[in-house]
């Protein structure tokens, strides 16, 4: 059974540091490319950052682009999410994702259709 389980989402201060972090587990976690995503209240999901499965090519949103940093480590089957800077905007929930292609952009933007495990989400409020 595949599970996704992510944390260290908490309130912060706009200008903060935060670090999230993803475990994984019931794959082959090297076989699979790995993202973070997002959803605010009243808004779709977006995705924020991707990874690819040897760690070597990553994609960020432009709105995150310079302040937040992904990263994999394959010896704890963990993903991590190092947000910087944070802004009020950056308020919303953020989710963990495998996927077993690589990290698709299409028009410059992550998409979400394959990514075929997800976590529940952790919450990350940033407070001006």
């Known amino acids: 059974q595949v599970q996704v389980v992510e944390s260290g989402g908490d309130g912060v201060q706009a200008g903060e540091s935060l670090r999230l972090s993803c475990i994984v587990s019931?794959?082959?976690?090297?076989?699979?490319?790995m993202g973070w995503f997002r959803q605010a209240p009243g808004k779709e999901r977006e995705g924020v950052a991707c990874?690819?499965?040897?760690?070597?090519?990553?994609y960020y949103a432009d709105s995150v682009k310079g302040r937040f940093t992904i990263s994999r480590d394959s010896a704890k089957n963990t993903l991590y999410l190092q947000m910087n800077k944070l802004k009020p905007e950056d308020t919303a929930m953020y989710y963990c994702a495998a996927s077993r292609a690589i990290c698709l952009v299409q028009s410059g933007v992550l998409a979400l259709f394959p990514f075929g495990h997800w976590g529940q989400g952790t919450q990350v409020t940033v407070s001006s």
């Open positions: 019931g794959l082959a976690y090297d076989d699979y490319a």
């Open positions: 990874i690819n499965w040897s760690g070597t090519s990553t």
